[in-house]
């Protein structure tokens, strides 16, 4: 009881808040259970591929136990792709994508001897862009320096073609049809609220959101959210507040939406720019 265990493939994660010792002779015995039912259907559990994640300040960061080997603690931990540290934050992640992008750059570079401008840019969508992007809902950035750390490679990327370096970065993104990719973080999460909101994924929007309709005017959609009082930066911007705002300013007309198509297509006649905070444009 208490115990969390979540399931992807071939990754397990267990989780519990540690507010005693019963939760930690809980989760203890969960991990001893775990290594019951691999050992019944003979399928090894790999320790030193297993880490433990100590969350928050007051936590005792009690050492566990797989099949009496210690599980290797570590200040931050790679969970489906995506790096996060014992402070809730994506520094390592955002530093890892930034790095391994500007290595898929200068491969493209290198492999393609061709220098027309919409082959390379093509070329950068499908093979380097989504390394910037990738579970962005999960980690997409508040700091200015990790904004324009990321905007930076996209940057670098359309100063590098043949014929645009003496445009400024506006221009270049017009001209490529491109979009800055804190717009693109921002429709991201936008888009996850509507799937989210409308039943089109497998969670339960209540688990994220509180609706907030009886707490503003009529004034506007009926999709209306109730924005959270935050204490910290990692409050401020988890998913489920930092872009209610944005969500509530949208018009009704965009929210209600059918389908997700056509959410996305609506989403490309506005014009967010009171909502970008990097210095991208």
Known sequence: AGVICK????????YITIDSDSSINQLAMALQKLCEWSSKWQLS?????????????????YNYFLNGCLIQ?????????VEVDDQLKFDHHIANVVSRAYQRLAILFKGFVSRDAKLL??????YVRPILEYCSSVWSPHYLKDIDALEQV?????????????????????????????????????????????????????????????NYQTRGHNFKLRKDICSTDQQLNMFSNRVIDCWNWLPESVVNCKTVNSFKYCLNKINFVDFLNGRAL
């Open 7 to 14: 399931l992807f493939a071939d990754d397990v994660k267990i």
């Open 121 to 126: 840019t093509r070329a950068y969508v499908v």
């Open 154 to 214: 996209q940057r670098y990327f359309t100063r590098r073609l043949h014929g645009f370096k003496h445009f400024c970065y506006s221009d270049r993104l017009l001209l490529l049809n491109l979009e800055s990719l804190e717009l693109r973080r921002l429709k991201a999460d936008l888009n996850m609220y509507f799937k989210i909101l409308n039943n089109f994924v497998d969670i339960d929007a209540s688990t994220f959101f509180e609706s907030g309709i009886n």
């Open 73 to 81: 603690s570590f200040d931050h931990v790679r969970d489906l792709g």
């Open 45 to 61: 559990i790999n320790v030193l591929k297993c880490n433990v994640l100590h969350i928050g300040k007051c936590n005792p960061n």
